[in-house]
């Protein structure tokens, strides 16, 4: 007696895979049927994934960065000439002990998992041809998180305080 007669035969055509499933990009993206007949997408959710990616990889870097920056201006101390000719040197409004610098190693260590959980994304959810592009758009998100918060931090803390870089980058 032999198993196989007795299912039913699918046409390929017609049967879906895991990764049919999972690289699918059906569910209200704009479609459009090409002169073979076949849909191109144009908006993928791959893709969608990608932009949430770097959008996620721009807020990381640029809270790592405005702390960088920010604790200069925290910790400095300020000097003030006095009426006589004096330098009177004033304690730094913020005082950046063991336990807080001790605290901010704890959250690099947890940033540091980043990189590894988005290849492990995209070794699930990328095909194989697309894997290095979507891996790219992904990440790039620390090079513009940097780039714009880098010097962003810096004139916050100039010309509205160091509270203000926080302030700002609390709000996005």
Known sequence: MDK???KE???????STYDDQLFSSSGGQTTQVNGDGHRCYFFTKRCLISILALLGFCNVYALRVNLSVAIVAMVD?????????KVI????EFYWNSEEQA???????????????NHAVWTKWAPPLERSTLTTVAASGSHIGTVIA???SGLLAQHLG???????????
């Open 4 to 6: 196989d007669n007795s």
């Open 9 to 15: 035969k699918i046409p390929l055509q017609h049967m």
């Open 77 to 85: 101390k300020k000097r003030i000439q006095g009426a006589e000719g």
């Open 89 to 92: 040197e004033e304690p730094a």
């Open 103 to 117: 605290l901010r190693v704890f959250i690099g260590l947890c940033e540091g998992v980043v990189f590894p959980a």
């Open 150 to 152: 880098m010097p962003l």
């Open 162 to 172: 160091w509270t203000s870089v926080f302030y700002v980058f609390g709000k996005l």
